[in-house]
């Protein structure tokens, strides 16, 4: 396959690369805060008057928080195939950011082969037409 013709499902959600693909966060130049999605205007911190940030790439491993399995298609901006089927939800605590991310369970997955507190890395797949989504994966070889 063409990696030039992926599209992601959001544009300027995350890096396209494959083989280690980042989501794109922002953190606040003013106390360090970091946020995802990174579509903010003002830092969310009380103690901080911060409005300006800067792109980063967040950590593309952490530990799973919690996981569930979705029986209902879930809101905006959590894309799915359609007509859609249950899936398992990863909340992931990133490695650096100490910040939770959820996101879909990687696909071949059951949900049987999570444990809390386990190492779990980012990975892209393509949904039915194309369109790059990112998804949680137990991390290879287990260890951080
Ligand atoms: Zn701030």
Redo the contacts with the bound molecule.
């Keep these: 396959m063409d990696a030039n013709n992926k599209t992601p499902v959001l544009e300027g959600w995350f890096t396209l690369d494959e083989a280690a693909p980042h989501l794109l966060g922002a953190r ?1 130049s ?4 970091y946020y995802f999605p990174k579509q903010i205007s003002f ?1 969310r ?1 009380p103690d ?1 008057s ?1 409005e300006r940030f800067e792109e980063v790439r967040l950590s593309r491993t952490g530990t799973l928080w919690s996981y569930t399995n979705a029986a209902y298609k879930p809101p905006e901006p959590y894309v799915a195939n359609e007509p859609f089927q249950p899936f398992g939800i990863a909340a992931v605590e990133l490695e650096k950011e100490r910040m939770i991310v959820l996101g879909q369970v990687a696909s071949g997955v059951g949900l049987d082969a999570l444990r809390v507190g386990m190492p779990m890395e980012l990975e892209l797949e393509a949904l039915d037409d194309g369109k790059l989504v990112w998804k949680w994966k137990p991390a290879a070889g287990g260890a951080r």
């Design positions: 606040c003013a106390c360090g805060t830092c911190n901080c911060g």
